[in-house]
């Protein structure tokens, strides 16, 4: 009978143990989808931007030529362009902080192309050049590429912070170094419309 009950016992250790392995596996390795799903969506965004800044010195030699005294500019281009690309971000760290700050470095491109393409309104000849329009529609294409990639990645982030965040998994998360990751987030002011005056 003592025989019997020590089997019993070995067994439902056994089965209690193997149930534990195989919720920690499951949830472990779905926790590496999401966050390779999430580098992965990261490395989407990045390339966008870097296709942005790939076509800005194109652009600011095409503008170039057409209005040589908006040299403050064009400077302003290049430099808000060698600001941004200079700020790498590591993954294992990206917060809302980090991205904030990556945001505002992208953000200050946007600004400096926005004023470009209101110096090029003077240039008629300008807008008429082939190759700026080509690139002026390339660029346009990016920014639509670049939001899209952005919502992407948002989308996977909200998969992977809930994921982690779930009891029990996130004794787990914590347990194995899975943090939240953060948010692109709408810059500042945006919610105001801006004003167009002619």
Known sequence: MKKNALWIVLGIILIIGFALYGAFKSNYNQMVQLSEQVKNQWANVESQYQRRADLIPNLVNTVKGYATHEQETLEGVLEARAKATQ????????DEETLKRFNQAQGEISSAL???????ENYPNLKANENFRDLQVQLEGTENRIATERRKFNDVVLNYNTFIQLFPRNIFASMFGFMQKGYFQAEEGSEKAPVVAF
């Open 87 to 94: 700020m790498q971000i590591n993954f294992d760290n990206m």
């Open 114 to 120: 926005n004023r470009l393409m209101a110096v090029t």
